[in-house]
C-alpha cells in the first residue's frame, strides 16, 4: 500500500477536520491484504467490524461516541487517580519483592517492568469504569497485541493464520460477554439499548479493549524506559518530583499510537498536493513538533477534532501516576540487559520490555 504521508502538525489537524474531504473508513483497515484462509477462519468466528466509532461518520458516530464519553467523563477519570496509584503500589511491591529474592537458593533476578506493572494497571482500570469483564491479563494480552499485529503489521500468510486463530477467539468471547451484558449497566449494555446490534456493539468493543488498555499499557512502558534511562531524573520521580512533563515529551515524540490512516472519498487538495479519489493518507501524529511550540503539542498523539480519543486525558493521567508511584517503590533500580526489542507497527510502538536489576 502506498500513502501520501502527512508529517506537518497543522496539516494532520487539518485532515482530522476535514471529515468530508478525508474519511476514517480505512482507520481500521488490515495493512496487509488477509489472505483467503485467514478470513475463513474469522468468518467461521462471525467476526464482523461494522464501523461505529473509530472508522465512522455522522449521526451513527455521534451516537455513539455519546454514549461511550458518558463512562469516561472527566469526573470520573479525576476520580480514578488514587485507585491508580494504589494499583501501582501493589504492582511494584510485587516486582520489588521478584528483586530481592526468597531465601538464599532463590537470589532476586532482573524484572520487566513492562510486564510486571505496564501490563496490569490499565486493563483493571478500564474495567472498573465500564462495568464489563475482562479475561485474565496474560490472556487479554495475547489477544490485544496479536490483534495489532494482524491489522496494523505486516504478517505474512502463514503468520495471518495464527493471528486470525487469535483474533476469532477474542471476538468469540466478546460476542458473548455483549450479549450477556443486554439489559445491564455495563458499556456494552449501554451501547445495545441506544440500538445499536451486537455486532456493531462487537466491532466497537473489540478496539476499544485493545485501544483503552492495550496503548495505555505501551505508552507506561515506553515512560518507564525513557525515564530510566536519566538515572538523575529516575531519582527525582522517586523523591517525590511530578512524571507530567516526561509524560507529555514522550507522547510529543514517541507515543504508542503514533499514526493514524485517513481515505479520499473524492479528488481534493492537500498543502498544494493534489490527491486524487481513493488515495490513502498517513497521518504522522508525534514527532515533527517545532521545539517552541505550544505546549500542546503533546496532545495530537491522541488525534484532533470529531475523532479525538475519548480516553486522552486518562491515558494520560494512568501514565504520570503510574510512573511516579513505581519510581517512588524502586528507587534503587536500573536499565539491565541489552536494548530491549521495540513493537513496531504500522501505527503503534513501544519497548517490548523494560528490564531492571536492583543497584
Given at each position: 500500500m502506498s500513502y501520501h504521508v502527512v508529517q506537518d502538525p497543522e496539516q494532520v489537524r487539518e485532515v482530522l477536520r476535514r471529515i468530508d474531504d478525508f474519511l476514517p473508513t480505512n482507520a481500521l483497515t488490515s495493512v496487509v491484504p488477509l489472505s483467503p484462509a485467514a478470513l475463513r477462519i474469522l468468518s467461521r468466528a462471525r467476526f464482523a467490524l461494522p464501523p461505529v466509532l473509530?472508522?465512522?461518520?455522522?449521526?451513527?458516530?455521534?451516537?455513539?461516541?455519546?454514549?461511550v464519553a458518558g463512562f469516561f467523563t472527566p469526573a470520573k477519570v479525576a476520580g480514578i487517580g488514587p485507585r491508580v496509584r494504589e494499583l501501582t503500589r501493589a504492582r511494584a511491591e510485587a516486582a520489588a519483592a521478584a528483586l530481592a529474592g526468597g531465601p538464599v537458593d532463590q537470589p532476586g533476578g532482573p524484572v520487566d517492568l513492562a510486564a510486571t506493572i505496564a501490563a496490569h494497571i490499565p486493563p483493571v482500570i478500564m474495567q472498573e469504569l465500564t462495568g464489563f469483564p475482562l479475561p485474565d491479563p496474560a490472556v487479554l494480552k495475547r489477544w490485544s497485541q496479536d490483534s495489532l499485529e494482524l491489522f496494523w503489521g505486516w504478517p505474512d500468510e502463514d503468520r495471518q493464520l495464527e493471528l486470525a486463530r487469535t483474533a476469532a477467539e477474542f471476538y468469540t468471547w466478546l460476542r458473548a460477554e455483549v450479549i450477556a451484558s443486554r439489559g445491564g449497566g455495563s458499556l456494552f449494555g449501554a451501547?445495545?439499548?441506544?440500538?445499536?446490534?451486537?455486532?456493531?456493539?462487537?466491532?466497537?468493543?473489540?478496539?476499544?479493549?485493545?485501544?483503552?488498555?492495550?496503548?495505555?499499557a505501551l505508552l507506561i512502558g515506553t515512560a518507564l524506559y525513557r525515564a530510566l534511562q536519566d538515572p538523575a531524573h529516575w531519582a527525582r520521580l522517586a523523591g517525590g518530583g511530578s512524571a507530567r512533563e516526561l509524560v507529555r515529551t514522550v507522547l510529543a515524540v514517541e507515543p504508542s499510537v503514533h499514526t493514524w490512516r485517513r481515505a479520499c472519498p473524492a479528488d481534493t487538495v492537500l498543502g498544494g498536493t493534489e490527491l486524487p479519489a481513493g488515495s490513502e493518507i498517513l497521518l504522522e501524529l508525534a514527532g515533527h513538533h517545532d521545539p517552541d511550540a505550544a505546549p500542546t503539542a503533546y496532545s495530537l498523539a491522541f488525534g484532533h477534532?470529531?475523532?479525538?480519543?475519548?480516553?486522552?486525558?486518562?491515558?494520560?493521567?494512568?501514565?504520570?501516576?503510574?510512573?511516579?508511584?513505581?519510581?517512588?517503590?524502586?528507587?534503587?533500580?536500573?536499565?539491565?540487559?541489552?536494548?530491549?526489542?521495540?513493537?513496531?507497527?504500522?501505527?503503534?510502538?513501544?519497548?517490548?520490555?523494560?528490564t531492571v536489576e536492583a543497584l
Open positions: 473509530a472508522s465512522a461518520t455522522g449521526e451513527r458516530h455521534r451516537l455513539v461516541r455519546s454514549v451501547l445495545s439499548a441506544a440500538g445499536l446490534s451486537t455486532a456493531e456493539v462487537c466491532s466497537l468493543g473489540y478496539f476499544l479493549l485493545i485501544a483503552g488498555q492495550e496503548t495505555t477534532g470529531l475523532h479525538r480519543c475519548l480516553g486522552a486525558k486518562l491515558a494520560e493521567l494512568e501514565t504520570v501516576l503510574a510512573v511516579e508511584e513505581t519510581a517512588r517503590a524502586l528507587p534503587g533500580v536500573r536499565l539491565c540487559g541489552p536494548e530491549p526489542d521495540w513493537l513496531r507497527l504500522l501505527s503503534f510502538q513501544a519497548p517490548l520490555t523494560v
